[in-house]
């Protein structure tokens, strides 16, 4: 099972800052990475498929990056409506696994 | 534009069976269930072809639970027997983004929650 390792657990930021997220895989998942956020109630949304192409409607702000095992999303700029639950995803290789999640919170 | 709707979820007591439904306005792909422990992060559990043709399932759950599609009806099942106090989840329907693939999900429901009582 490829295991997806996210850090850190909690980053607080203010609106305005800059938000680097990290996804290390346990072995290489090719460029089969991708990012979701999940507010409070609310199903997860894609925003980041195949390592660095954002999904239908997600904002410039958002952008992925990594290749192999080391994965990173970018948020350029911080929204009020950015601070939410990050999880990192892989389907390179069943079991199809998930990141225990980045919880992005106001500082 | 793309709706799934869960439905099928409810309070079972451990050893018990529930049958979770996902109905799917656009039924042409490959479809999963992602399920989500109060308070906890994501795991995937089953994964089923755009013909039904193909089934993937977690360890967790490989034996107990069975997925399926109608295609007549536009919906997809989640038949789950056996179940423990450890299934207690809101349970989401998921479609993959591409045809050509199961994994990366675009679209997903609002989520079932199921609770299982020891």
């Known amino acids: 099972e490829i295991v997806l390792t996210q850090s850190p657990a909690t980053l607080s930021l203010s609106p305005g800052e800059r938000a680097t997220l990290s996804c290390r895989a346990s072995?290489?998942?090719?460029?089969?990475l991708a990012w979701y956020q999940q507010k409070p109630g609310q199903a997860p949304r894609l925003l980041i498929y195949?390592?660095?192409n954002r999904a239908t409607g997600i904002p410039a702000r958002f952008s992925g990056s990594g290749s192999g095992t080391d994965f990173t999303l970018t948020i350029s700029s911080l929204e009020p409506e950015d601070f939410a639950v990050y999880y990192c995803?892989?389907?390179?290789?069943?079991?199809?696994?998930f990141g225990g999640g980045t919880k992005v919170e106001i500082k | 534009e793309v709706q799934l709707l869960e439905s099928g979820g409810g309070l079972v007591q451990s050893g018990g069976s529930l049958r979770l439904s996902c109905a799917v306005s656009a039924f042409t792909y490959a479809m999963s269930w992602v399920r989500q422990p109060p308070g906890k992060g994501l795991e995937w559990v089953s994964s089923?072809?755009?013909?039904?043709?193909?089934?993937y399932y977690a360890d967790s759950v490989k034996g107990r639970f069975t997925i399926s599609r109608d295609t007549s009806k536009s919906t997809m099942y989640l038949q789950m027997n056996s179940l423990r106090a450890e299934d207690t989840a809101v349970y989401f329907c998921?479609?993959?983004?591409?045809?050509?693939?199961?994994?990366?999900?675009?679209?997903w429901g609002r989520g079932t929650m199921v609770t299982v009582s020891s």
């Open positions: 089923i072809s755009a013909t039904g043709d193909s089934t």
């Open positions: 995803h892989q389907r390179s290789d069943w079991p199809l696994t």
């Open positions: 195949d390592v660095s």
């Open positions: 072995q290489s998942v090719r460029n089969y």
């Open positions: 998921a479609r993959a983004f591409h045809i050509a693939t199961y994994g990366t999900f675009d679209i």
